[in-house]
């Protein structure tokens, strides 16, 4: 169970910075192309998109172990 808890904390700390990286690259690369605000919200929306990979990535795994689980006999106490 805290191996679980643990890789969907990981996916949100995944997901918040592929947003912000893309989002402050896209600023960055703003002020050194002057194209504002063009390649923020390039940025933002690669960014996103890869937090939604991320997302999806780890609601797979989820339901993997979730069918794992109920494959497997249950222990008795």
Same mark, same amino acid.
């Given at each position: 169970?805290?191996? &679980? +808890? %643990? =890789?969907?904390? @990981?996916?949100? /700390?995944?997901?918040? /910075? @592929?947003? *912000?990286? #893309? *989002?402050? #690259? #896209? =600023?960055? /690369?703003?002020? $050194? $192309?002057?194209?504002?605000?063009? /390649? ?6 690669? #960014? %996103?998109? *890869? *937090?939604?990979? @991320?997302?999806?990535? +780890? @609601?797979?795994? +989820? =339901?993997?172990?979730?069918? &794992?689980?109920? =494959?497997?006999?249950? +222990?008795? %106490?």
């Amino acid at each position: 169970m805290w191996k &679980q +808890a %643990s =890789r969907l904390g @990981a996916v949100g /700390l995944e997901m918040g /910075l @592929a947003i *912000a990286i #893309g *989002a402050f #690259g #896209g =600023r960055y /690369l703003d002020g $050194f $192309f002057k194209t504002e605000p063009v /390649l923020f919200w390039i940025g933002l929306v690669i #960014g %996103s998109g *890869a *937090a939604v990979k @991320a997302f999806l990535r +780890a @609601a797979r795994e +989820a =339901r993997k172990v979730m069918e &794992q689980d109920e =494959r497997e006999p249950k +222990a008795k %106490s």
